[in-house]
């Protein structure tokens, strides 16, 4: 419009812009309640509050499941022979280097916490199976070690691990 | 007008896009360069404002989707879900709701204003006929959003409305079988409705377009209701027709926001916040305000059958208007007598509105009869002599020379409007009749700036706690909600305290039922384990759960109290009716029989009532000095019950002071761009 003769072209191109910004600025903003309801929703987000374990009928060597925040959660209390096996290893040669020290609460070395979710792309591996005897996951053979970490396979990382903490030596809390 | 009437691409883009999709030039010979009558005035703004509302409608409806579950079990506490947890989910959904009722109110307006205008006439036949398709969807697919929610409402409108298919002889039985998917209304007749309400919106979207392109095939009708001419009559559709329609659309939208975020529920039943029980009818059943006028002449017939017909006819016969006026002028404005009918035309259909909203009794059956037999025969009879015996008034010779005429028509239809307002709010009639009027009170949550007084919204949790919690359970709220803004103001650990006073029902790691602390997550325990107990333990009657009665309860307002309503944005009639309830027992009349076990009370439906009277002065004792007196708890609880329905007004009433601002900001600005884009037409004429 601004090419058509104007007593006043200045203030009218300003009305225009004005309009116009204005106009895109209510309909920006009405797109925010349409995005933001997409977000997790009031009771989603109650429903992930922290979550106790008992830990006490998990015998030696079982690896249980619970859920929190729709996730599971594995909780493994190993052996012995698990626990050297994580640590003979040299981990800086591992994948996604990291001690096992690092990955269990310091004094509780036999439990191991993690989220059960192949880093890969997103399926649960299978508790004692494997090479390493840890975890191997069925959708494209990623192998993880009685640590939790990756090993071997297309998953980039170690088996994620969820925020916990022990509340007594026979329980954890976890979130 | 303008020079630019074909479209040349000018990238190089667009020019090997046109040889292969010319939908650039498509774009703009429909919506730029097309002609457009210039001496449209603000009625022809109306099929933008309902294409407009059509995509509002569309894109909350999907949203929606996102959240709702269609089934018997969960589809109430799903919509429920909507309104408390999900983020700006009440917007959405009051826009949905109220968003329906505007587009409605803007299809009726677009409607008359072609019968008005003549827009019907030849050649303009089949675009009338799309629109009376249009109409027809829009009617069925209103019907079913409106069974969604399942509450008592849907529940008994799916029944009613799904049964006068069974008056349909040989088949009827049948279809109603289709429809139902069992022995009535149920989880597959929610199922199915659920599928077309979401498939019937995008059938809507294709005769839309078959009605934009019939009309621009044979082009806008106008005022004069003679055919442009010359390039002098018309002007280009961008940017005249869009500056217009633009402003005009800002302007509905502060009307469809004043509902939505002022009185959202103003134009809906209370009823229909209570769950759906197919076991009890309630006293009044009436459909939404925008179909009352076909109800009344459903029910003006005393055969079902015949009924059925009626109301079907009275849609159908629109259809054939083209035909049935047989005037060769098309606008009114040249047809003195037809302008005389018209009106009396449009006030027998308020007048058939306001009838669909009174009880079918007495004189308003025979009155719906009287004005049922001018519908018909204003199209029937009156329309097909008219043409014939009426002296009409010379046409001018073009559009430009009628440009300095006419502003009667454009002031008559205004006044038809604010006749639909009324019409829209004869719904909120409600079913105690009988009851005498609870007294208002004053309550810090009322008007646009209305707040909850925290104070307030803690003593009635007290009383809920210590009085009636006992019997009627919360269930759609959880503890979290006490620490969430906008409600009592309880810190998250005193929420988290309070949940842990209650102990909840879980089952153990070895698979054995026990009882927990609560957590913030949980929602109210129920007070009974099911509906026998609570009848067992309650004099037959079941204590109705709290957590939305302060919107599913209300008194009738009656006229003209409920068009000022409209105005005022009163709307707290569910806490008063809560206050008056509570104060309300006393000495039954001598004359009055009362029922084994139910107590007087004036102000409940009937006047017996089974609950015993529950608050007493001292009854409860106050932290925060506020008087122990039955005045004071009846007030706090009834303040608390309006969170509980409604925990997130104060950020519904903030947000919508904004809008309402920009809004007005952004009327204002396209009003001024508008003058300023027709400033050049008005110049050259
Ligand atoms: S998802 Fe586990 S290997 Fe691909």
Redesign the interface.
């Known amino acids: 419009m601004a090419t058509m003769s104007s007593a006043e072209p200045t203030r009218r191109d300003f009305l225009y812009i004005a309009t116009g910004v204005v106009a895109a600025t209510g309909a920006l903003a009405a797109t925010w309640p349409l995005i933001s309801q997409m977000n997790p929703d009031a009771s989603t987000i109650a429903a992930g509050a922290p979550i106790e374990v008992d830990l006490s009928p998990i015998a030696e060597g079982q690896v249980i499941k619970v859920f929190w925040r729709s996730k599971p959660i594995f909780i493994g209390h190993r052996n012995k022979k698990e626990i050297d096996a994580a640590r003979a290893v040299d981990w800086h040669t591992l994948p996604d280097p990291q001690p096992d020290q690092k990955r269990v609460k310091e004094g509780h070395d036999q439990w191991l916490v993690l989220i059960g979710i192949c880093t890969h792309l997103g399926c649960i591996p299978i508790a004692h199976q494997g090479e390493y005897d840890g975890f191997f996951c069925p959708c494209h053979g990623s192998q993880y070690d009685t640590s939790g970490r990756i090993r071997r396979g297309p998953a980039p990382l170690n088996l994620e691990l969820p925020p916990y903490e022990f509340v007594t030596d026979n329980k954890i809390k976890i979130g | 007008m303008s020079g630019h009437s074909t479209y040349q691409p000018q990238s190089a883009f667009m020019k090997w896009m046109e040889r292969r999709l010319p939908i650039a030039s498509l774009v703009h010979s429909s919506f730029v360069a097309y002609p457009t009558p210039r001496n449209l005035n603000y009625w022809w703004t109306f099929g933008g404002i309902l294409s407009f509302m059509l995509a509002v409608q569309i894109?909350t409806g999907i949203?929606l989707a996102?959240?709702y579950t269609p089934h018997v079990d969960f589809a109430f506490k799903s919509v429920e879900?909507i309104m408390?947890?999900?983020?700006?989910?009440w917007?959405?959904r009051y826009l949905h709701a109220n968003g329906g009722s505007m587009f409605f109110l803007a299809a009726y307006i677009h409607m008359f204003r072609g019968l008005y205008y003549g827009s019907y006439k030849e050649p303009r036949e089949v675009l009338w006929i799309l629109g009376v398709i249009l109409l027809l969807l829009m009617i069925v697919t209103g019907f079913m959003g409106y069974v969604l929610p399942w509450g008592q409402m849907s529940f008994w409108a799916a029944t009613v409305i799904t049964n006068l298919f069974s008056a349909i002889p040989g088949v009827g039985e049948a279809v109603v079988g289709w429809l139902w998917g069992g022995y009535a209304v149920g989880n597959p007749t929610l199922n199915r409705f659920y599928s077309l309400h979401y498939l019937l919106p995008f059938v809507i979207v294709g005769v839309v377009v078959l009605h934009v392109w019939a009309l621009h095939v044979v082009g806008q009708n106008n005022p004069t209701g003679i055919e442009p001419k010359s390039d002098k009559d018309t002007v280009a559709f961008t940017?005249y027709a869009t500056a217009k329609d633009?402003f005009l659309i800002a302007v509905f939208c502060i009307l469809l926001a004043w509902f939505v975020f002022y009185m959202p529920n103003y134009l809906a039943h209370p009823d229909n916040y209570i769950p759906a029980n197919p076991a009890v009818t309630p006293t009044h059943i009436v459909p939404e305000w925008y179909y009352l006028p076909f109800y009344a002449i459903l029910r003006a017939v005393p055969d079902k059958l015949l009924g059925v017909i009626a109301l079907a006819a009275s849609i159908a016969i629109l259809a054939f208007v083209p035909w049935l006026d047989t005037s060769k002028v098309r606008s009114a404005r040249y047809r003195p007598l037809y302008r005389q009918f018209f009106w009396v035309f449009a006030l027998v259909c308020v007048g058939l509105g306001w009838l669909g909203a009174k009880p079918a009794e007495g004189g308003y059956v025979i009155a719906a009869r009287i004005l049922t037999t001018y519908y018909f025969a204003h199209f029937l009879i009156i329309l097909p002599l008219l043409g014939r015996y009426e002296k009409t008034k010379p046409l001018p010779n073009s559009i430009s020379e009628s440009v300095l005429k006419g502003k009667g028509a454009a002031a008559a239809i205004a006044i038809l409007a604010v006749a639909l307002g009324i019409l829209t709010g004869i719904s909120t009639r409600a079913s105690a009749a009988e009851a005498e009027h609870p007294p208002r009170q004053k309550w810090s949550f009322s008007g646009p700036f209305g707040y909850y007084d925290r104070a307030q919204l803690q003593r009635g949790f007290k009383i809920y706690r210590e009085v009636c919690q006992s019997c009627h359970s919360l269930e759609l709220l959880?503890f979290?909600n006490l620490a969430?803004p906008g409600g009592p103001g309880f810190s998250v650990a005193q929420a988290a305290a309070v949940a842990a006073e209650y102990m909840i029902k879980d089952i153990d790691?070895q698979g054995n039922a026990t009882e927990r602390a609560g957590?913030?997550?949980d929602s109210f325990p129920k007070p009974f384990a099911n509906d026998q107990a609570a009848r067992a333990a309650n004099n037959g009657a079941v204590p109705p759960d709290f957590s939305v009665i302060a919107k599913a309860r209300t008194y009738e307002r009656g006229f003209p109290w409920f068009v000022f309503d409209m105005f005022t944005q009163f709307q707290e009639q569910g806490p008063d009716y809560i206050v008056a309830v509570m104060k309300g027992y006393g000495e039954k009349p001598a004359s009055m029989t009362m029922p084994e076990g139910m107590q007087y009370n004036s102000y409940f439906p009937g006047n017996a009532i089974a609950m015993p009277q529950p608050l007493q002065d001292g009854q409860v004792t106050y932290d925060d000095g506020a008087p122990a007196t039955i005045d004071q708890y009846s007030k706090d609880i009834a303040a608390f019950l309006m969170w509980a329905a409604e925990p997130h007004m104060e950020a519904r009433k903030r947000i919508g002071f904004q809008v309402m601002i920009?809004?007005i900001?952004?009327s204002g600005?396209?009003y001024?761009?508008k003058k300023?884009?027709w400033t050049?037409v008005h110049g050259h004429a």
């Open positions: 894109v949203v996102m959240h879900h408390r947890n999900v983020n700006y989910g917007l959405l940017p633009s959880s979290r969430e790691d957590r913030p997550a920009f809004l900001v952004l600005l396209l001024f761009t300023k884009v050049d």
